[in-house]
C-alpha cells in the first residue's frame, strides 16, 4: 500500500480488492454496531477548502465510529495556499494528528501536501479528481451485480473530475466504460491516454448519449456545473441539452441496468425525478458505500486494516 491515497493508479488491483475486502467487513461491523475501536487514540484532521455535506459527515462519522477523532477545518480555518503556504500546513498538521484528509480545488496542493506531510494524505476531492467517490462507487456496483470486471458504465455528462477517477480505475480492473460528453466538456485527454495505455478496458468516447449507454449495466451522471463553475451554469445547461438521463435513456440500455449518481443531484436538469426515485436508482447505495470504502482506505493506511 503506498503512504497516501491521492490517485486510484496509487494503488495495485490487488490492492484494490483488499481495500473492497475489508471495507465489506467495516460495514457489517458498522451495521452490528460493534464495539470495535482500532483507531482509538487517533485524530484526522480533515481540510476543506470545498466544502461538502457527504464528504464531511462520512469522514468524520467513520474516523469517530471507528474509535478516533476528526477534526474539520473550514475554509476560513486555513487559506491553503493563501494565507499559508501548503508545505507549512502540511508540516503542522502532521506534528498534530495521525492522518490528513484534503477536499481542494486545486490538485496541485493535494500533491504538495503529500508531499511535505510525514503522515497519509487521503484525497477527498480536487477539480482534477475525486477517487474515493469511485471506489465507493465500484464496491457498491460489486455488491449489486456480484462482479467487478467487464462491467459496462456509460456515463453521461461533463468529463469532470469523476470521469478522471472512473478512467484511473479502468487502468486497473477491466471494466467497459463509455463516455457521453458534449464537444468542449470531453475528458482530460492525458488520463484518458493513460487508461488506453493500460491495455486492460475497452473506453469509447461520443457525444451522443443514446449511443454511449446501449447495452450498458450502469448508466451513471454528474452535475454539469460542478462547485467553483456555477457562473457557467447557464452556458453548461445549453449545451448539455439533450444529456439529461430520463426513464427513456434507461430504456435505451435494452436490458436492466442500475442507474448511479455522485450527489449533489440538480433533479431536472442531469437526471430526472422519476430515475432517482425508481427502483433501478443505487445512488444512496453509493452514498452510504462512501463511509465504509473510506473506513478501509484509512484503515489500510494507518496499517489498522
Same mark, same amino acid.
Given at each position: ?135 465507493? *462507487? ?28 472512473? $478512467?484511473?480505475?479502468?487502468?486497473? $480492473?477491466? $471494466? ?40 450498458? *449495466? ?44 455522485? $450527489? ?20 444512496? *447505495? ?20
Amino acid at each position: 500500500m503506498p503512504d497516501h491515497f491521492l490517485h486510484i493508479t496509487d494503488l495495485t488491483a490487488d490492492e484494490i480488492r483488499a481495500v473492497f475486502d475489508l471495507a465489506a467487513t467495516t460495514k457489517a461491523r458498522f451495521r452490528a454496531r460493534d464495539d470495535w475501536r482500532p483507531l482509538q487514540g487517533m485524530t484526522l484532521a480533515m481540510i476543506f477548502a470545498k466544502p461538502s455535506a457527504r464528504t464531511r459527515v462520512s469522514f468524520e462519522t467513520g474516523f469517530h465510529r471507528l474509535g478516533g477523532h476528526a477534526l474539520y477545518l473550514g475554509p476560513g480555518d486555513i487559506g491553503i495556499g493563501q494565507r499559508e503556504a501548503v508545505q507549512d500546513i502540511a508540516r503542522v498538521l502532521s506534528r498534530y494528528n495521525d492522518m490528513i484528509m484534503a477536499r481542494l480545488f486545486d490538485h496541485s496542493h493535494l500533491l504538495a501536501l503529500a508531499e511535505h506531510a510525514t503522515v497519509p494524505v487521503v484525497n477527498g476531492l480536487t477539480d482534477y479528481n475525486h477517487p474515493c467517490q469511485i471506489m465507493a *462507487d465500484m464496491f457498491t456496483i460489486g455488491e449489486q451485480l456480484a462482479r467487478r470486471s467487464e462491467v459496462h458504465i456509460a456515463y453521461i455528462g461533463d468529463g469532470n473530475n469523476i470521469v478522471n477517477s472512473w $478512467l484511473r480505475l479502468a487502468a486497473r $480492473l477491466p $471494466l467497459r466504460l463509455a463516455l457521453a460528453c458534449p464537444e468542449g466538456y470531453r475528458p482530460d485527454a492525458e488520463t484518458l491516454a493513460l487508461a488506453r495505455a493500460a491495455g486492460l478496458s475497452e473506453i469509447s468516447v461520443t457525444a451522443d448519449p443514446k449511443e454511449a449507454v446501449q447495452g450498458a *449495466d450502469i448508466v451513471y451522471t454528474d452535475v454539469w456545473a460542478s462547485m467553483g463553475q456555477k457562473d457557467e451554469a447557464e452556458a453548461r445547461r445549453r449545451a448539455f441539452a439533450g444529456f439529461t438521463v430520463t426513464p427513456e435513456l434507461m430504456a435505451a440500455t435494452g436490458r436492466e441496468s442500475l442507474f448511479m449518481h455522485c $450527489l449533489p443531484a440538480e433533479r431536472g436538469f442531469e437526471v430526472t425525478d422519476e430515475v432517482m426515485e425508481a427502483p433501478y436508482s443505487i445512488v444512496f *447505495d453509493q452514498a452510504e458505500n462512501r463511509m465504509h470504502v473510506q473506513n478501509a482506505i484509512m484503515l489500510t493506511l494507518l496499517g489498522k486494516g
